[in-house]
Structures are given as structure tokens and as C-alpha cells.
T-cell receptor, first 112, second 110 residues
Framework: NAGVTQTPKFRVLKTGQSMTLLCAQD?????MYWYRQDPGMGLRLIHY???????AKGEVPDGYNVSRLKKQNFLLGLESAAPSQTSVYFC???????????FGPGTRLTVL | RKEVEQDPGPFNVPEGATVAFNCTYS??????FFWYRQDCRKEPKLLMS???SGNEDGRFTAQLNRASQYISLLIRDSKLSDSATYLC???????????FGSGTKLNVKP
């Protein structure tokens, strides 16, 4: 039981490049979330999903897209990376009726 | 205005001390409240939920004051291993979105 895993752990991009961050959970959780964490800002919600095939915008969705084609996976895409997207990205999941979120180990992204 | 505000600290305390953190939230419709712990360069993990009547888990006590819109975390008999950043989290009644504070850093010194 791996819990929540994230791929990759680290990445350096050049401005304008694209990439996809993968989040996978093996706990059969319905809810999945993508956050970014910046110094002094706390975690901010980018997008979230309440179930397979559904996604919704969070607080800071601009510049990101997401997909949840399978219940266990939640993908975060950056179509054209910008230096402002340099951050640590955390994925989380939780079960319906349980408010505890389980987080992945994070992806550290630097955009030059 | 931020949904959740916390004093960033750091709070530097000796082992064995009692330390308390407060967190204020702006939306009176907030329904559920939590404290998460985050170690340096690690992911956040749930420390405890905060109930209206207050709750205690070992050395940790959490309280909610709805009238003044703040929650608190009290740590008694601090251990070196308590050194971490403590995140205050609130959610509205749909439980879809969780709002995190920026965290309060605690350093427990020998």
C-alpha cells in the first residue's frame, strides 16, 4: 500500500516548456487535489476532483489543466511554464465522509 | 483577505515548555477545522481535527472559538520531535475545498 505517490520528484523547466505531473493513489479515494506551496503563502488549491471524470477549479487554476480519467490518477498539466509556476506541488486524496487528506511527497518544480 | 491567518513564528521554546498557537479564519460559514503538521521539505500530515467542544490527544489540545473565529493548538511538555511547522486548515460545508494557513514554525531546543 503505497498511499499517494507523485512523479517526478524534481524537475527543471525552461519558460514555455510543457510538462505533466502525475499523482496516483491506491486507497480508492474519491477526492483528489492539487496544491502548490510557496514560501509565506501556505498551500493553495489549484484544481480538485470529486470523482473519476470530474474536475473543478480551485483558488489558483490559471496556467494549469487537470484530468482524472482513472479514479486512481490525477494529472496536472502545465502547457507553457512560467517562472511564477516555480513551486512545490502537492497532491492529496481523501475518502468521502472522511475529512483527512493524505498527501504525496511533493514535486519540486523550477521554471527558468 | 486570506481565508486563514497564522503567526509564522518561529516559536523557539525549550524542551518541556508549553506553547500555544492561534489561527484565525475569515469565513463564518467555515464548518470543519484541522491542524496539520509539516516537517521540513516533507508533506503535511493530519495532527488532529478540532471539534466545537475542544479535543485532546495526549500532549496536544485543540480548541475552537466560533464567536471570535479562531482555533488554537496547545502543546504541553514539548519534545524535540515536535519541531515542525503547524498548519491550520478550515473547510466550508461542502468539504470540497480546504483552506490552509501559511503555518507556524516551532523550534524546540534542548
Amino acid at each position: 500500500n503505497a498511499g499517494v505517490t507523485q512523479t517526478p520528484k524534481f524537475r527543471v523547466l525552461k519558460t514555455g516548456q510543457s510538462m505533466t505531473l502525475l499523482c496516483a493513489q491506491d486507497m480508492n479515494h474519491e477526492y483528489m487535489y492539487w496544491y502548490r506551496q510557496d514560501p509565506g503563502m501556505g498551500l493553495r488549491l489549484i484544481h480538485y476532483s470529486v470523482g473519476e471524470g470530474t474536475t473543478a477549479k480551485g483558488e489558483v487554476p490559471d496556467g494549469y489543466n487537470v484530468s482524472r480519467l482513472k479514479k486512481q490518477n490525477f494529472l496536472l498539466g502545465l502547457e507553457s511554464a512560467a517562472p511564477s509556476q516555480t513551486s512545490v506541488y502537492f497532491c492529496a486524496s481523501r475518502h468521502t465522509g472522511n475529512n483527512e487528506q493524505f498527501f504525496g511527497p511533493g514535486t519540486r518544480l523550477t521554471v527558468l | 483577505r486570506k481565508e486563514v491567518e497564522q503567526d509564522p513564528g518561529p516559536f523557539n521554546v525549550p524542551e518541556g515548555a508549553t506553547v500555544a498557537f492561534n489561527c484565525t479564519y475569515s469565513n463564518s460559514a467555515s464548518q470543519s477545522f484541522f491542524w496539520y503538521r509539516q516537517d521540513c521539505r516533507k508533506e503535511p500530515k493530519l495532527l488532529m481535527s478540532v471539534y466545537s467542544s475542544g479535543n485532546e490527544d495526549g500532549r496536544f489540545t485543540a480548541q475552537l472559538n466560533r464567536a471570535s473565529q479562531y482555533i488554537s493548538l496547545l502543546i504541553r511538555d514539548s519534545k524535540l520531535s515536535d519541531s515542525a511547522t503547524y498548519l491550520c486548515v478550515v473547510t466550508l460545508n461542502d468539504f470540497n475545498k480546504f483552506y490552509f494557513g501559511s503555518g507556524t514554525k516551532l523550534n524546540v531546543k534542548p
